[in-house]
């Protein structure tokens, strides 16, 4: 019994070097495989809805996704018996998009037409970043999520002024317009102003009315503004923390407000402007 457990823990050892291990030769060799894989099996899927194809070779497109879908999920089985905290693996970001890359093909056998959702396989493109090694990347990412993170509430609130303003403006466009321009009721309205709002503008429904199309001449400058601010609120964020993460801290202190950070070999204070002197 001890003999096995022995060879059991070989062989959780051997697999965690090849699924987790990017610095071997086999768990190159590996990361690259499942990279071709997941690649070919998004092309598959979409190949599988054009018609033409799909008339032809729908069986031997199924029977490939099938057999990349028992990859997939052998690799998930693996990766959970081949590290120390399994339950960490399954629900961290990573793990739970490789349930989900398995889970749609199984659904299809109960659900005809959910073998589609497969195509969330491209998510696991991620891992790209971390299998290429590319610490620049992950830098950018990591102050990309923080500058999201420090400008969610921000975000929200300018949210929440906008479905207020959809509301309002729905509304009034319901009692300009009425039910002969197609604003039949108040969400339609709130429908129509969305549309607008986001400059997609589908023409199923407009204004017929002299004050009806002045006011959808201001939604849709507002739709303008209303994509530039929450960029601009994003891209702020991004710049301080770049701004912060390029700075080091010195012994040399600002007179003005003391500030101890500064880029290499800075003449002057990068929060007040100060000369500094060295």
């Known amino acids: 019994m001890k003999n096995k457990k022995s060879q059991y823990e070989i062989f959780r050892e051997k697999v965690k070097i090849i699924l987790y291990g990017t610095n071997t030769i086999l768990g190159r060799m590996f990361d690259l495989v499942l990279l071709g894989l997941i690649l070919l099996s998004v092309l598959l899927i979409m ?13 031997q497109l199924w ?37 989900l890359a398995v889970l749609p093909m199984y659904l299809s056998i109960f659900f005809p037409g959910a073998s589609i959702l497969s195509i969330v396989r491209a998510l696991r493109f991620l891992r790209l970043f971390k299998i290429l090694q590319l610490p620049q990347i992950s830098h950018q990412s990591f102050q990309l999520k923080e500058a999201i993170e420090a ?28 039910k002969d321009s197609g604003f039949t009721s108040i969400p339609m309205g709130i429908y129509w102003t969305i ?84």
């Not at 809805?49 to 008339?55: D, E, F, R």
């Not at 099938?66 to 970001?93: D, G, H, V």
């Not at 303003?165 to 319901?174: F, K």
């Open 63 to 99: 029977i490939c996704e099938w057999i990349i879908t028992i990859f997939f999920t052998i690799e998930y089985a693996l990766r959970i018996i081949s590290i120390q905290k399994p339950i960490k693996y399954i629900f961290s970001f990573y793990g739970i998009i490789d349930l």
């Open 151 to 178: 400008s969610k509430e921000k975000i929200l609130v300018f949210i929440y002024f906008v479905l207020i303003s959809t509301v309002i403006i729905g509304t009034i466009m319901y009692l300009v317009e009425g």
């Open 47 to 59: 190949l599988d809805t054009v018609q033409g194809i799909s008339s032809k070779y729908h069986y």
């Open 195 to 278: 549309v607008t709002l986001t400059t997609v503008g589908y023409g199923d429904i407009s204004p017929q009315t002299p004050l009806g199309q002045f006011i959808a001449a201001l939604v849709m400058i507002l739709g303008y503004g209303i994509i530039a601010v929450p960029t601009g609120i994003v891209t702020a964020e991004f710049a301080k923390k770049s701004l912060r993460n390029n700075t080091v801290s010195t012994k040399t202190s600002c007179q003005i407000c003391g500030s101890q950070l500064h880029f290499d070999n800075a003449k002057f204070c990068h929060e007040c402007g100060t000369e500094l002197h060295h």
